[in-house]
């Protein structure tokens, strides 16, 4: 009796060790996923915005726009490096207006906006990162920059969300 429970024991301890043993051989050999809590940030050109002539109207560039498809791609499943990302780019633009208390007053000033920019391509949240130190400069910059559309960042050639910084500076002439 005693030989059977000492053989007993003897038998759960390997199977014990052997348990651990796959265990561990799992969670060395699983794929790692490299997972990013933030988006990617850009940055963008200065734009400068100077007042405009009383009979000109404000001068716009704007590209066409095609639809956006958004490509859902799976997650690599390999311990490869990941692929490059492709800042985004301003599709479509249009100057902000020199507010007119900001024009009587003489006041110049430079606003940073932090832009994100979705899978569309669509400006979804615009904050302010730097003040002018006018909150009429600050409004007509991101009025303006909420109506711009831009060309999604992209990784392996699926639309990534990311954050776009857009220098805006107010100059009088």
């Known amino acids: 009796m005693i030989q059977a429970k000492a053989v007993s024991v003897k038998n759960i301890a390997i199977y014990l060790t052997l348990s651990v043993i796959l265990a561990a051989g799992y969670m ?5 996923q490299i997972v990013s809590a ?3 940030v850009f940055m ?3 734009i400068m915005v100077q007042p405009a002539a009383k009979a000109a109207p404000i001068a716009a560039r704007s590209v066409a726009l095609e639809p956006t498809v958004v490509k859902v791609v799976p997650a690599p499943q390999s311990n490869i490096l990941p692929l490059p990302i492709v800042p985004p780019s ?3 633009s249009i100057l902000p207006v020199y507010p007119a208390q900001a024009l009587a007053s003489g006041t110049e000033g430079l606003v940073l906006l932090s832009v994100y920019v979705g899978l569309t391509g669509q400006p979804e949240r615009i904050e302010t ?3 002018s130190g006018n909150a009429g400069l600050d409004e007509s910059a991101a009025k303006a920059v909420s109506q711009w559309r831009f060309l999604p960042a992209t990784q392996g050639g699926a ?3 990311s954050r776009f910084e857009v220098p805006v500076r107010f100059v009088i002439k």
């Open 38 to 40: 933030t988006a990617p």
């Open 159 to 161: 639309a990534i969300a």
């Open 90 to 92: 301003i599709a479509a």
């Open 28 to 32: 060395v050999s699983r794929p790692h």
């Open 44 to 46: 963008g050109e200065e």
């Open 129 to 131: 990162k730097s003040s």
